[in-house]
T-cell receptor, first 112, second 114 residues
């Protein structure tokens, strides 16, 4: 079965780096996503990585994928107060319904 | 281009009532998915519609139903509401339900059952 796990909370100081971790169980995952949800808003796709990649960088965001350990991380460099939000990891398995499975989300709190 | 529009934004209903939520996808998007978001369970997939047909269904009781119209707008209905149905209901639209088409989410409808 599919399961995506994330820690529920992360607190960092403004200017530091944030690392949000995610583990998944489905070895047939093809795409892995990171979504951001700000208060009162829907989910916004931040970035995604294809399963044959190890790393993807996009400005302040770095995604690392360890396929052997089924571990995905999102690093936010120079974290700002505007980065405070809930971050969802999601996986898309091959040969299925093409419906992503989401983790429960990590609440990132950035304090001055 | 207008984003995904969900109405209403907030709803308060009493147990036993039924409720209908609406989702208008981005113009040109034919796939609409519905999710239930609660603090305890996170984001749970309800169902997906494409070209007026339900393509996929999550693990929810039959009280939860949906439909899609010819203009791709979708509605979901919950009958005989229970307190545990209180949640944020999110709708996402895609151009089509193929593998790597980005899903765009609406702001959600916050349903409170009292």
């Amino acid at each position: 079965g599919e399961d995506v796990e994330q820690s529920l909370f992360l607190s960092v100081r403004e200017g530091d780096s944030s690392v949000i971790n995610c583990t998944y169980t489905d070895s047939s995952s093809t795409y892995l996503y990171w979504y951001k949800q700000e208060p009162g808003a829907g989910l916004q796709l931040l970035t995604y990585i294809f399963s044959n990649m190890d790393m993807k960088q996009d400005q302040r965001l770095t995604v690392l994928l360890n396929k052997k350990d089924k571990h995905l991380s999102l690093r936010i460099a120079d974290t700002q107060t505007g980065d405070s939000a809930i971050y969802f990891c999601a996986e898309l398995a091959s040969g299925g319904s093409y419906i992503p499975t989401f983790g429960r989300g990590t609440s990132l709190i950035v304090h001055p | 281009k207008a984003g995904v529009t969900q109405t209403p934004r907030y709803l308060i209903k009493t147990r036993g009532q039924q409720v209908t939520l609406s989702c208008s996808p981005i113009s040109g998007h034919r796939s609409v998915s519905w999710y239930q978001q609660t603090p305890g369970q996170g984001l749970q997939f309800l169902f997906e519609y494409f070209s007026e047909t339900q393509r996929n269904k999550g693990n929810f009781p039959g009280r939860f139903s949906g439909r899609q119209f010819s203009n791709s707008r979708s509605e979901m209905n919950v009958s005989t509401l229970e307190l545990g149905d209180s949640a944020l209901y999110l709708c996402a639209s895609r151009t089509d339900p193929s593998m790597n088409t980005e899903a765009f989410f609406g702001q959600g409808t916050r349903l409170t059952v009292v």
